[in-house]
Each structure stands twice: as structure tokens, then as C-alpha cells.
Nanobody, 124 residues
Framework: QVQLVESGGGLVQAGGSLRLSCAVS????????MGWFRQAPGKEREFVAA????????DYADSVKGRFAISGDNAKNTMYLQLNSLKPEDTAVYYC?????????????????WGKGTQVTVSS
């Protein structure tokens, strides 16, 4: 059974940085196209970033482009999201997601494996 477990969230001041991790167990990371989504209170879940199998392609939401960076380490079976220049509007629960079939996508319905999320809170 595949499991995705996020970690690395926390409370940080505006302008600060965090690195989120998504540990994959049950299957190898390289089998999946992976993504990060986030959901703020009272809002719908939204796409943040995605990375293809092997890491050759990445995609970012306009709101995070230039500030966040997605990467993967197949040896550790872990995906990362580096969050820099954080803003209060980045406050949300961040979820990692995996897609066994198909390429990277921006819609949550395209992903079939999900973690439980990690909270990121950015204070002003």
C-alpha cells in the first residue's frame, strides 16, 4: 500500500523559508508524477507545483513562481518543496500528491495518492 507522509511545516515570519518533505513508501518515487497542493481555511484546494517522473519537467502556480522550488530525491524516495520569501497568503495546509499514470497536472482529480497534509503558517 502506497503512503505519502508530509513533514516540515511550521510557523514562520513573512520573508522566511521552510522546506516541506513528502516521504513515499510502498512504491518508488520514480514511478509517480508528483504534485503539491494547498488549502487555506474557507478556500478550495489549489495547485502549487508539480514535477514529472525523473524530474525533467516542473510546473508552478503563478502565485509561487520564483519563490518555491519542487524537487525529488529518488534515493531517499522523497519529494521536497522549498518555500522562500513566504507571505501571509501562503498560510495553508500543504498536501503532496502522486499520480501513477499520466503526466504532471494542475487538477487535484488527476492525482490518486494523497498525504494528510502539513500546516504552514506565515505571520506578518
Amino acid at each position: 500500500q502506497v503512503q505519502l507522509v508530509e513533514s516540515g511545516g511550521g510557523l514562520v515570519q513573512a520573508g522566511g523559508s521552510l522546506r516541506l518533505s513528502c516521504a513515499v513508501s510502498g512504491r518508488t518515487l520514480s514511478m509517480y508524477a508528483m504534485g503539491w497542493f494547498r488549502q487555506a481555511p474557507g478556500k478550495e484546494r489549489e495547485f502549487v507545483a508539480a514535477i514529472s517522473r525523473g524530474g525533467m519537467s516542473t510546473d508552478y502556480a503563478d502565485s509561487v513562481k520564483g519563490r518555491f522550488a519542487i524537487s525529488g530525491d529518488n534515493a531517499k524516495n522523497t519529494m521536497y518543496l522549498q518555500l522562500n520569501s513566504l507571505k501571509p497568503e501562503d498560510t495553508a495546509v500543504y498536501y503532496c500528491a502522486g499520480r501513477l499514470y499520466g503526466n504532471i497536472g494542475r487538477m487535484s482529480v488527476e492525482y490518486d495518492q494523497w498525504g494528510k497534509g502539513t500546516q504552514v503558517t506565515v505571520s506578518s
